[in-house]
Structure formats: structure tokens, C-alpha cells
């Protein structure tokens, strides 16, 4: 079966899939239509988070992905209709999400390390410098 899932970078060495965190759960949804993935990833992008991609996959292949990495996946079948707060996030995302995903973490630049130098001892340094040139 053909599902829809939200891929932030696909196809790169960053690649990261969409998950919702639902108590101590990661959800990833599987959207059977292509149109409310899309409408998903709308909502995201509204919410200024970073605009994911829908990309179909094969069902299997991201129930493999979930049982191997710990993740739990619901498939969110086309006009889906919630009865609880909860399946309400399978159609709109949460209003708060994360400060940085796992992404962006890993590509941080370090700040930069403190000078051993004075202020005025760079600029003693620079016109040096300059006087070289």
C-alpha cells in the first residue's frame, strides 16, 4: 500500500522524517491521501517550521523504519474525521513544536572560543598586519 509521509531534506546526509511526540511516544503518520499530506505540510509551514516534503512511500517500508527505530506509526485514512483531542493532531499539527530537531542539533557551529588576547592587544596585532601588506 501507498502512503504519504513528511520528509524534511529527503534524499540528503540530513534526511528526517516528521513524527509527533504524543506523551512518551514518537508518532509518524502515514497519510493514505496525497492531498491532506499536503494540507499537513501546509500547516507546518504556517506554523514557521521548516516545510517538509511529501513523499510517497510503501507502508511496509516505514513500519520497518518505526519497529527498528523505536517509533510507533497510524495511518491517517483519507477523510479521517477525529473523535478526541489526540486524532485532532493526525489532521492539524500541535501549536508548540520543538526549539531544534535532531537536524539541526547535529549541524550547530560551536560558538566561538573566547580570545586569549585583549582588545587592544588585536588591534596592535592588526596594524601590524598592515603595516606588512
Known amino acids: 500500500m501507498r502512503v504519504y ?6 534524499g540528503t546526509e ?9 506523551g512518551d511516544r514518537n508518532l509518524i503518520l502515514m497519510f493514505e491521501s496525497e492531498d491532506d499530506a499536503n494540507r499537513y505540510a501546509m500547516l507546518l509551514e ?3 517550521f521548516h516545510p ?9 517500508e516505514i513500519e520497518e523504519f518505526c519497529e527498528s527505530s523505536g517509533y510507533t506509526c497510524h495511518l491517517v485514512p ?10 485532532r493532531l493526525f489532521l492539524a499539527p500541535p501549536e508548540r513544536n520543538v526549539e531544534e ?11 566561538a572560543a573566547e580570545s586569549e588576547f585583549s582588545e587592544s592587544e588585536l588591534n596592535q ?9
Open 78 to 87: 483519507e477523510g479521517f474525521v477525529p473523535t478526541n483531542d489526540a486524532e
Open 5 to 10: 509521509v513528511l520528509l524534511y531534506n529527503p
Open 101 to 111: 530537531t535532531d537536524w539541526e542539533l547535529e549541524n550547530r557551529v560551536p560558538p
Open 14 to 22: 540530513n534526511e528526517g522524517i516528521h513524527s509527533l511526540q504524543l
Open 46 to 48: 504556517a506554523q514557521d
Open 52 to 60: 517538509p516534503s511529501v513523499v510517497p512511500i510503501d507502508a511496509k
Open 125 to 133: 596585532l592588526r596594524q601590524q598586519f598592515e603595516k606588512l601588506l
